[in-house]
């Protein structure tokens, strides 16, 4: 049996520093506290960082914020975030996301268009275009696939783009809606 001395006597590494003395059965030797690493939810094999609609991620992100004017040219991002208002062209850019209170005018090419507030100019949506209950869509208006929820609004020369494998053309005849 291991007396109140020796209980005395043992260190934190759970060793009797009386010789040859063990601990008693049932007596335990003192936890070493390990600190819970607390880990950000990309470092977890199950999640996936967050994604654009386009499937890509956003490093090249350009947020035009509320109350704010730009104009000019916009080259090379991946997603343009608009809130405020935009003048301008987008070339080389992958997605646009139109916030409620966002306006833009002028032309763009990308893969996907999300539009909550006002678009009004040239439109190329290569694969998606979509229009929330609160968007409207101005202008010379192309897409791939096109998504439009109740509320949201369509008006110009509208067309679909055609793929080679469906008929040869890059864009079917546009359509006047109103």
């Known amino acids: 049996m291991v007396d ?7 260190t934190a590494n759970g060793k009797s520093e009386t010789a040859g003395a ?7 030797s003192p936890k070493v506290f390990r600190p819970e690493v607390v880990r950000r939810t ?10 654009a609609i386009g499937g890509y991620n956003e490093g090249k992100r350009l947020i035009v914020g509320r109350d704010i004017e ?11 975030v608009v809130e405020g208002r935009v003048e301008a062209s987008i070339s080389d850019c992958r997605e646009i996301e139109i916030s409620e209170t966002g306006l833009f005018k002028g032309e763009a090419e990308i893969d996907v268009a999300e539009v909550s507030g006002t ?4 439109l190329i949506a290569r694969q998606l275009l979509i229009i929330r209950a609160t968007g409207r869509v101005f202008g ?5 696939s096109l998504e439009i929820e109740r509320g949201g609004q ?10 080679a494998e469906e008929g040869g053309a890059s864009a079917a005849p546009p359509s006047r809606t109103a």
Not at 22 to 28: C, E, F, K, N, Q
Not at 119 to 122: N, V
């Open 22 to 28: 063990t601990p008693a059965a049932g007596v335990s």
């Open 119 to 122: 678009f009004e100019g040239a």
């Open 154 to 163: 369509l008006d110009g020369e509208v067309g679909v783009i055609q793929t």
């Open 4 to 10: 109140n001395n020796q209980k005395d006597a043992q």
């Open 70 to 80: 730009l104009n000019g040219a916009i080259n090379a991002c991946e997603k343009l």
């Open 42 to 51: 990309a470092d977890y094999a199950s999640s996936r960082p967050e994604q």
């Open 140 to 144: 010379d208006i192309r897409y791939g």
